[in-house]
Every structure is written in structure tokens, then in C-alpha cells.
């Protein structure tokens, strides 16, 4: 069949993404990316320490992510996205900036980062109350706990998992569980950020939001929208209030009709083999 009078391919734009060496929700990042923009990822080199704030501070490490970002320079990308959280909070908000700055010598203008992005998701939403769930072990919760006290915010409550691998295989129903954990009441936090880029969210986001009636963004989420807003464009998300203003208003004296529940304290993985612990720390 002929189809050369269509006139196509329809012109892309392009969003470079460094992500790390074990991130494994491309198919998520491409939901929230609208059809005149094309994704060009890669990734980081595998590196084989335990999973720590050690590991995120190698794998954000400058000459990591010029190269990272010269693998993507061919296909001339309009902004490169670094999307990791704890990779991007290790350093506290000097140590993001300098990663941008990094990004930036290495030809990603304009760069972004998940932490970055988060803390304009913030002030796009005007919170400072921040609720918290991670898969983190709670050494790099803390951390994420400090980048956002430096950045002004306050943490209501956290639900960490203590997972060392595997996340992307975290059921829905436990994210789900997790945010009525870290929310234990209404008006406590202005906001509610689930990190970590390799949590699956994108579904779970907008029954959150009607359930607990405060905004719920994710990291995937913020890293799409900080980036795609460079371009000039906006992300994908139905009801999702960080991305749809009218969205954000939650009619006001409704009763609390979150059903209280009792929910079991999370259980540390078993410490499995160095050569193993590698996974699923984003």
C-alpha cells in the first residue's frame, strides 16, 4: 500500500532520560509523554555495591552523567531528565544543582532532576506540609527527609518499605496502603510525594487523590512534567492535580470517609548476598 501521500512520519520532539542501571518503568515515563514527543533513554553503568545512599552517590557522580548524556547528544534532545530521587537528593540542594550544572557542560540544556522537579512541584502546588512514602531502607528515607526540610518543607509523616530490590514489582494495593500510613489524618499534610522512580504510580495517583483530597505526585510524575514543561508541552495524566489545575479543588466540609485501618508494620528484607543487593534503589 502506498502512504507517501500522508506525508509522514509526524515530527517528534525529543526528551533525553539518564536513568540508572536497574530502572526497569520506561513503558510508565511513555504514559505521561504526549504523541509529538519521543523518549530517548539510557542508562547508567551497572555498579556493583550494596544498595545505600553510597550507591546513589556513585551513580549521580559528574563524570557518570556527562557520559550519560553524551550517549544522547546525537539524537539532539531539546532537555535531558536525570531520573532518579535518591541519586538526585544525596547531595542536598547544592549537590542537584551541581548535577544540573553537570548535565549542562555535557550538552543536556536545559537538565532537570527528579529532586529538582519535586521541589518546583512544590512550589507549583504551594505546599510546604509534605507527607512521604519510599521504598527506601530508612537511612535514605532520612535523607529525603532532609532535602526537604532544606528546601523549606515540612515532613507530616513517612511509610518507608526497607526494600533493597525489586521495587518495580510493589503491588498497587501496597503503595495504596502505604499512603494511608504516612496520612493518618485529614489536614495534616498539604501534599503527599511517593518516590522513587522505579514505583510503579501512575494508576494509583488519581484514586489517592480522591481518597485522602490533597494532591499526590509521584517521582516518575514530577520528572515528566519538570521536563516536558521545558519543551513547552504538558504531560499526560487525567486527574491528576499537578497536572490539571481544576484538579486541585476538593469541595470544601466534606466528612472524612477514609476508612480507618489498621495496617501491619512493614517487615525488612531478609540481607541477601552482596552481589545481589544491588536492585531496585532508585
Known amino acids: 500500500m502506498d502512504v507517501t501521500f500522508l506525508?509522514?512520519?509526524?515530527?517528534?520532539r525529543g526528551l533525553g532520560v539518564v536513568a540508572p542501571f536497574d530502572f526497569a518503568l520506561d513503558r510508565e515515563l511513555w504514559r505521561w509523554t504526549p504523541d509529538d514527543v519521543s523518549l530517548h533513554l539510557t542508562r547508567t553503568p551497572y555498579v556493583p555495591v550494596e544498595v545505600s545512599l553510597d550507591l546513589a552517590r556513585r551513580v549521580s557522580e559528574h563524570e557518570t552523567?556527562?557520559?550519560a548524556v553524551r550517549t544522547l547528544i546525537a539524537v539532539a534532545p531539546e532537555?535531558?531528565?536525570?531520573?532518579?530521587?535518591?541519586?538526585?537528593?544525596v547531595g542536598g540542594?547544592?549537590?542537584?544543582?551541581?548535577?544540573?550544572?553537570?548535565?549542562?557542560?555535557?550538552?543536556?540544556t536545559p537538565a532537570v532532576t527528579t529532586s529538582g522537579a519535586l521541589i518546583e512541584a512544590l512550589t507549583e502546588l504551594g505546599a510546604r506540609r509534605v507527607a512521604l512514602v519510599t521504598p527506601y531502607t530508612e537511612s535514605v528515607t532520612r535523607s529525603l527527609e532532609e532535602y526537604v526540610a532544606e528546601a523549606g518543607g515540612t515532613v507530616t509523616g513517612r511509610a518507608f518499605m526497607g526494600l533493597t530490590r525489586h521495587i518495580w514489582k510493589v503491588p498497587y494495593r501496597e503503595v495504596v496502603e502505604m499512603a494511608h500510613r504516612a496520612v493518618r489524618?485529614?489536614?495534616?499534610?498539604?501534599?503527599l510525594f511517593i518516590s522513587c522512580t522505579n514505583l510503579p504510580t501512575y494508576d494509583v495517583i488519581p484514586q489517592l487523590e480522591a481518597e485522602l483530597r490533597i494532591p499526590v505526585i509521584s517521582a516518575n510524575q514530577?520528572?515528566?512534567?519538570?521536563?516536558l514543561r521545558r519543551?513547552?508541552?504538558r504531560a499526560v495524566g487525567p486527574y491528576q492535580a499537578l497536572l490539571d489545575a481544576s484538579a486541585r479543588v476538593?469541595?470544601?466540609?466534606?466528612?472524612d470517609t477514609r476508612v480507618p485501618r489498621e495496617l501491619p508494620v512493614p517487615q525488612e528484607p531478609p540481607v541477601l548476598p552482596d552481589e545481589e543487593q544491588q536492585e531496585g534503589w532508585t
Open 79 to 89: 532537555t535531558v531528565a536525570y531520573a532518579c530521587t535518591s541519586g538526585s537528593f
Open 93 to 108: 540542594l547544592a549537590g542537584e544543582r551541581a548535577m544540573c550544572e553537570a548535565m549542562t557542560r555535557a550538552g543536556a
Open 222 to 227: 514530577v520528572t515528566m512534567w519538570a521536563a
Open 7 to 12: 506525508g509522514g512520519p509526524r515530527a517528534q
Open 65 to 67: 552523567l556527562g557520559d
Open 250 to 255: 476538593w469541595p470544601p466540609g466534606l466528612p
Open 231 to 233: 519543551l513547552g508541552t
Open 185 to 191: 489524618a485529614p489536614a495534616t499534610a498539604d501534599v
